[in-house]
């Protein structure tokens, strides 16, 4: 089992930047493939962007491609999103998942342990 916690959200403005942390405790973060969603008021969760469990590979939806960068630290179990180029369209609240599976999956339910989420506000 692993808790999960983020920070790292705020206001920012239209263009500006914000880089989300994801802080991992109990079972190590290396034994999952962890992902960041965001699920804004009203709709459902969205997949963001996962890393392998290694680091070694990314994968994101197309809506951040180019714009958001996701990486963790294993040796300090953390996960970051480095995100630039923000939208007002990216506001939502964002949520750090981990994932025990060996596969890509872009489905929430598809993840196992998640945190409490953390919320960025883009105005334009």
């Known amino acids: 089992q692993v808790q999960l916690v983020e920070s790292g959200g705020g206001l920012v403005q239209a263009g500006g930047s914000l880089r989300l942390s994801c802080a991992a405790s109990g079972r190590t973060s290396s034994s999952y493939i962890m992902g960041w969603f965001h699920q804004a008021p009203g709709k459902e969760r969205e997949f963001v962007a996962a890393?392998?469990?290694?680091?070694?590979?990314?994968y994101y939806a197309a809506s951040v491609k180019g714009r958001f960068t996701i990486s963790r630290d294993n040796a300090k179990n953390m996960v970051y999103l480095q995100m630039n180029s923000l939208k007002p369209e990216d506001t939502a609240v964002y949520l750090c998942?981990?994932?025990?599976?060996?596969?890509?999956?872009?489905?929430?339910?598809?993840?196992?342990?998640w945190g409490q989420g953390t919320q960025v506000t883009v105005s334009s």
């Open positions: 890393i392998s469990k290694s680091g070694g590979s990314t």
């Open positions: 998942g981990a994932r025990s599976g060996s596969n890509w999956r872009t489905n929430p339910f598809d993840y196992d342990y």
